[in-house]
């Protein structure tokens, strides 16, 4: 009777170990001593209660908790939900753009795996003339870009010497993303973004960071988006000698930052500013 009586006491500690989840090792004879190891998840504690739900099943819950990620709902999801649903044509519009925006700047982000493929210079060369860009290679009076056909001709892996000496990005929607795309061209003396919607100070600053020692021609007329403090950045491109700046007089103060530009980097020439008045022109 004792034996029965504590085998199935035994047994019923066994029970209870294995429904707190924890794994135990018994040999037949009941008198060896019963190890057992906690779960990896309850090692600090292996008397952890169950893991549970705040809220409780019997709860009422909305539609979007079962949405809900492990951490809650992010502030940005909680204030599109207090807005509500704005179907006016202006919203819409808005929001196409800001989708069209993302999408642009996904698009340009930097890829490792092209530059691993090409190098720093094919994967710019493919990244601009993909986008209706032309590029021009350091020995080549050659512009390669797009045909009729939107094909073109370009070295699908990595080729030692060459190198991109100029880009004409005229018109093309460049972003901030796109200017980290063509990083590390160190031979890089001619470059054009004329007419560029998204050229702003922030990307006139990437320019001057990535070709301060080598960019020897700019074009950035008509970027609209590029204020005095865009102007005054370039005065780090210390080998430029060609400047166009039209479309941009409405940007304070052009005149007098030219004129700065003109006294801190020698022998520049700045075209598209005219410094007198031309009605006083007229009358001398």
Known sequence: MMCQF?????????????????WTSLTVNTDKKIW????????????????REIIHKDEWQGVFHHFMPKKGISPDVVRALQKG???????????????????????????????????FDLAAAHFLVHREGKVRFQ??????????????ELASHYSPNVFVEAIDATGVDLKYEGLESMCTLNHLKWLSV????????????????????????????????????????????????HLHLNGLDDVNNIKLLCLLLEDVIPNIQIEGIQYLDPKLLQNT
């Open 139 to 152: 020995g080549s009076e050659v512009w390669t870009q797009q045909d009729e056909n939107g094909d073109y």
């Open 194 to 241: 004329a007419g560029c919607p998204s050229i702003d100070d922030w990307c006139i600053d990437r320019i001057c960071c990535q070709y301060s020692n080598t960019l020897e021609y700019l074009d950035i007329s008509n970027c609209i988006r590029v204020t005095e403090l865009g102007i005054s950045a370039l005065a780090r491109l210390r080998n430029l000698k």
């Open 85 to 119: 649903i704005d179907l006016r044509p202006s919203a819409i519009k808005n929001w196409f753009k800001t989708q069209k925006h993302n999408y642009k700047v996904i698009d340009q982000s930097i890829s490792r795996e092209r530059i691993a493929v090409l190098g």
């Open 36 to 51: 057992y190891s906690p779960d990896k998840k309850r090692r600090e504690s292996w008397n952890a209660p169950e893991e």
């Open 6 to 22: 504590k085998q199935g006491q035994i047994l019923k500690t066994i029970g209870w170990l294995n429904s707190r989840n924890i």
